[in-house]
């Protein structure tokens, strides 16, 4: 009978001894959970304000490739309003032609 208490004695002091073991276990695991989960909410707001980033770069070439596109468009005009006034300054210097007489009517 000794010999069974004994045993008995030592199986509860085992199992006590496992349950304070998983007792601590459990607690490391829902500290490790814990980490995770605010690394990965910092992950989030790290992805989200590279979104936000990214979005914002588009929006800004967009912009860019507009603007240039209107500064190309504006110096073709002003370049050919040039070419028009270089033109018109050119004929207005030249004697009237004659009646006939064309670039490919001359000797």
Request: a negative charge.
């Amino acid at each position: 009978m000794w010999k069974q208490s004994l045993e008995i004695g030592k199986q509860i002091f085992g199992l006590m001894r496992k349950s304070q073991q998983h007792d601590d276990d459990i607690r490391a695991l829902r500290q490790e959970v814990k980490e995770i989960h605010e690394e990965l909410h910092e992950l989030s707001n790290t992805v989200r304000w590279l979104v936000i980033a990214r979005e914002h770069d588009r929006e800004v070439a967009i912009r860019e490739r507009e603007h240039d596109r209107d500064v190309a468009t504006r110096d073709r005009d002003n370049l050919l309003l040039r070419l028009e006034n270089a033109l018109l300054r050119f004929e207005r210097g030249l004697p009237p032609g004659r009646q006939g007489e064309g670039p490919l009517d001359a000797p």
